[in-house]
């Protein structure tokens, strides 16, 4: 027997519970398949300050308030330039959002999950979807198992697969490509005793340049951090200890890391996720849409994730609410929902695949940047990609500088080029992806 209702969201990460939000508080009949039982470790816990106004709209910003350390600020650090920078929100062109939240995501998923509950979504963890039969013009039928290895069904009008890095309905449909042009893997964990600021900048997220990629340091409200490190894949197939020991000497080829996790002391096991940056070649198709990593994964450098994700689930709700009811406008709908999708991944991808060129981080971290520029980079650091703000002409701008950069230092420019090209020439790491691997 399946179970009948309007919408079957395939997991319960930051798209799935905020799109079954949505469309639960307008009275549709919405399901939930979640793989795990929430609270759960993910990775992916800094936040952008244009997710604030989503968080509110979804009623949670409250909760997240409780949770959360405000970030005000991105710390970009280079030892190349012996130099750091503090980006702050506050000065992007938009100054109404100058903070966003740091958070553990086990607590952060389980927010929004239990919000989509109360707001009337039926909720269904430890059930992993499992094949989806699609009926041309018909309602498609949901196959699943829970924990206890019970086969169940449910028969939606329309399905959403918000299934993460897992990319459940790629899997199924095929289509999903590799990034040609970044590709990389990361390894993380959280850890006590790390070193951080005091006031303001407490919550700041720090990001270091090393030879063969880029840390973070992300501080938490209890006190903790999460440390991780994302580089090319040779560099990984050149592992030879353990990944907590790897992981350790990666942070320590930025001496300022290095300093701040002289104390610091393990307190979950080190993950990895591999095999990055991909794409789905279509994030709709009859009865259905992909939303979040689902569709697609950039490199979260510019801690972007969850933004992409929120966004896409809202401008998601919108385009299954108009397929449901059958609206003239549902064609409008899904080309505006794509059409932004698009243009948030491309305006994040220009910057992340240009991320570890000398060019790019003596325009990026420079002393003394020109006034309209600096709001337009400020502008894209806290996610104001989606047309808001007026951001084109100054990013055009931060983007000739830093040909101009190139130009002017063209041999060390092209041998970092050389070098991030054959970081990425082989795709195959030693990693095993921790989403995808990680059993219910
Ligand atoms: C190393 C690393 C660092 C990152 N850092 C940041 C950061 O600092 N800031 C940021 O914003 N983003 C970051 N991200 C990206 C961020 O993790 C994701 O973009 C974000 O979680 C996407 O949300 P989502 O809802 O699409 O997917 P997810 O959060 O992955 O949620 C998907 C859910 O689907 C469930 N699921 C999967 N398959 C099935 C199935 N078959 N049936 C039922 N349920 C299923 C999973 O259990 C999971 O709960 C990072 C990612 C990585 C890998």
Redesign the pocket.
């Known amino acids: 027997m399946s179970i009948n209702c309007d919408v079957l969201v ?7 519970s905020a799109l079954a939000t949505l469309l639960a508080e307008k009275g549709w009949n919405i399901h939930l ?4 039982s929430h609270p759960r470790f ?6 952008l300050p244009q997710s604030v106004p989503i968080l509110q709209q979804l009623g949670v910003l409250h909760e997240i308030e409780k949770i959360g350390i405000k970030k005000y600020g991105a710390e970009l650090i280079s030892h190349y330039e012996k130099t750091s920078q503090v980006f702050y929100f506050g000065r992007a062109i938009d100054e109404s959002q100058p903070y966003a939240f740091e958070v553990k995501r086990d607590e952060f998923d389980a927010v929004l999950l239990r919000n989509a509950e109360s707001k009337g979504a039926h909720i269904h963890e430890g ?3 499992q094949h989806v039969e699609f009926h041309s013009g018909m309602s498609s039928v949901v196959h699943a198992q829970n924990q206890a290895g019970a086969s169940l069904s449910w028969e939606a009008k329309f399905v959403v697969d ?5 990319t ?1 309905l790629s899997g199924q449909l095929g289509g999903k490509r590799r990034n040609p042009q970044h590709n990389s893997g ?1 390894i ?1 964990g959280h850890f006590k005793d790390v070193t951080r600021y005091t006031g303001k900048d407490e919550g700041n997220i720090a990001v270091a340049w090393h030879d063969h990629g880029w840390s973070w340091i ?1 501080p938490f409200k209890d006190g903790t951090s999460s440390v ?1 490190v ?1 580089c090319w894949p040779d560099y990984f197939r050149s592992r030879n200890v353990p990944l907590d020991q790897f992981l350790q000497d990666t942070i320590n080829l930025s001496p300022t890391l290095a300093e701040r996790m002289r104390q610091a002391r393990p307190i979950s096991p080190v993950y990895a ?1 591999a095999n990055f940056s991909y794409q789905q070649q279509a994030m709709s198709g009859e009865g259905y849409l992909m ?4 569709f697609s ?1 950039i490199d ?1 450098m510019f ?7 929120l966004n896409s689930a809202l401008l998601g709700a919108e385009v299954v609410e108009a397929h449901l009811q059958e609206s003239p406008d549902y064609a409008k709908c899904l080309r505006d929902f794509e059409a932004s999708v698009e243009r948030g991944l491309k305006t994040f991808s220009w910057f992340i695949h240009r991320f570890t060129q000398p060019a790019f981080r003596s325009v990026f971290i420079s002393d003394h940047p020109p006034r309209f520029i600096e709001k337009g980079v400020l502008s894209l650091l806290a996610g104001d990609v989606f047309g808001k703000s007026p951001t084109f002409f100054p990013l055009l701008l931060f983007k000739f500088f830093y040909y101009l950069a190139y130009v002017t230092n063209w041999r060390e420019n092209q041998a970092a080029s050389r070098r991030r090209k054959q970081g990425m020439a082989n795709t195959a790491t030693n990693l095993k992806d921790y ?1 995808v691997n990680q059993e219910t």
């Open positions: 395939i997991g319960g990460g930051p798209a799935g398949l979640e793989k795990t993910h990775i992916g816990e800094s936040l059930v992993r979807a918000a299934s993460g890095r897992d459940f990361a993380f992300i991780g994302v996720a939303i979040g990593d689902a994964f979260p801690s972007s994730g969850v933004h992409l994700a989403a």
